[in-house]
């Protein structure tokens, strides 16, 4: 059985096999938990991301999918990318979300890896509400974690308020 867990932290810390990243499109880095994990992963992530787009994504990596990369300097074994959808009022996008999970955890047991942890992807400056991301992050971690082979399912948070918030999705 899997374990779906919550913690408060840094996602770049933790020992699992893998990382998830609340990436871009580019794949070349950027703010917030990208650009903590490209800065501590240090030059191999990036360089295997450049490769990444000049042989398969010339047009970046689309939004729900997820490609997995080394961890360079990360205690983990990998880093897999996603690309969350913006937060919209006025569409739903929560398929988006939920694939960008479910494409994850795909990678992941493609790549062998027994514990992933997980950002709150699109919840920053891509400005998902926690509440109803987390909701569908948890509802699709779930769902995936029943067909892996996954020993634990971690979601790392940064802050109280998405603590909080998971912790009222029933992690």
């Avoid at 919209?88 to 790549?111: K, M, Q």
């Avoid at 891509?126 to 996954?150: S, T």
């Amino acid at each position: 059985m899997t374990a779906i867990t919550r913690v408060r932290g840094d996602i770049t810390g933790q020992l699992v096999d893998a990382v998830v990243n609340a990436a871009n499109s580019s794949l070349l880095g950027g703010g917030g938990v990208d650009g903590a994990i490209h800065r501590a992963g240090g030059p191999e992530i990036l360089a295997e991301c450049r490769a990444l787009r000049a042989a398969r994504y010339g047009r970046g990596l689309p939004t729900g999918q997820a490609v997995a990369t080394t961890a360079g300097r990360l205690p983990a074994r990998w880093v897999i990318h996603t690309v969350g959808p913006v937060y919209s009022p006025d569409e739903d996008r929560s398929a988006l979300l939920a694939s960008c999970y479910r494409e994850s955890l795909r990678v992941a047991a493609g790549l062998g890896a027994a514990t992933v942890a997980f950002p709150a992807v699109s919840t920053g400056v891509y400005g998902w509400p926690l509440p109803d991301a987390a909701r569908i992050a948890v509802d699709a971690v779930r769902a995936a974690a029943a067909d892996g082979p996954f020993t634990e399912l971690r979601f790392v948070l940064f802050d109280e308020t998405a603590d909080r918030a998971f912790a009222a999705a029933g992690v």
